[in-house]
């Protein structure tokens, strides 16, 4: 058996062999970077951005308010079991649209930075407001022509139901 100290020892050089690497996304091009991702010397003054209130509290107060109200819209379904009026449940698509929106905003912000992937952050952003308006377009006619999303939830659940007992007796 080994003695403590040299299985430590290697346990620890395994672990701290690899080196780290930034995310990178391997089919945008990326934009140069200085070394470091420093720009001027350590000596220069920092230059704060303007705030702006969209970008700080607002925000993120506006996206508290679209979790919190999903919560009583989401548990409205489930204790009438199913059957809820067109504003709710348009309410209920529509916020969580704006909730998903929000998300793969921050997404992109974090992951896909104007600084390094230049215009691929402005189309990624396209892209995103581009699916979110056809996602409303979608939400619309769900509401209009269909039962809505909670009905079309209800109908796939119910059919996988009615499928499961149609096995059982057979």
């Known amino acids: 058996m080994l003695p403590r100290t040299i299985f430590r020892t290697s346990l620890n050089r395994a672990f701290h062999t690899t080196s780290k690497r930034s995310l990178t996304i391997p089919f945008l091009s990326t934009l140069p970077q200085k070394p470091g991702g420093v720009e001027g010397t350590p000596n220069d003054p920092f230059i704060a ?25 989401v548990t409205l379904p489930l204790a009438t079991g199913g059957s809820v009026s067109t504003v709710a449940d348009g309410l209920l698509s529509t916020i969580l649209l704006g909730h998903l929106y929000v998300g793969f905003q921050s997404c992109i912000i974090d992951y896909i930075p104007a600084r390094v992937y230049g215009k691929n952050h402005g189309r990624a952003m396209f892209l995103l407001s581009l699916g979110s308006l056809l996602s409303i377009i979608g939400v619309y006619k769900l509401e209009t022509e269909e039962n809505g999303t909670i009905g079309v939830l209800t109908s796939l659940w119910k059919n996988r139901e009615d499928q499961e007992q149609k096995e059982k007796k057979n």
Request: net charge negative; no cysteine; aromatic share 16%.
């Open 49 to 73: 951005p303007e705030p702006h209130k969209t970008h700080g509290s607002y925000h993120w107060d506006f996206e508290r308010f679209l979790a919190v109200s999903m919560i009583p819209l």
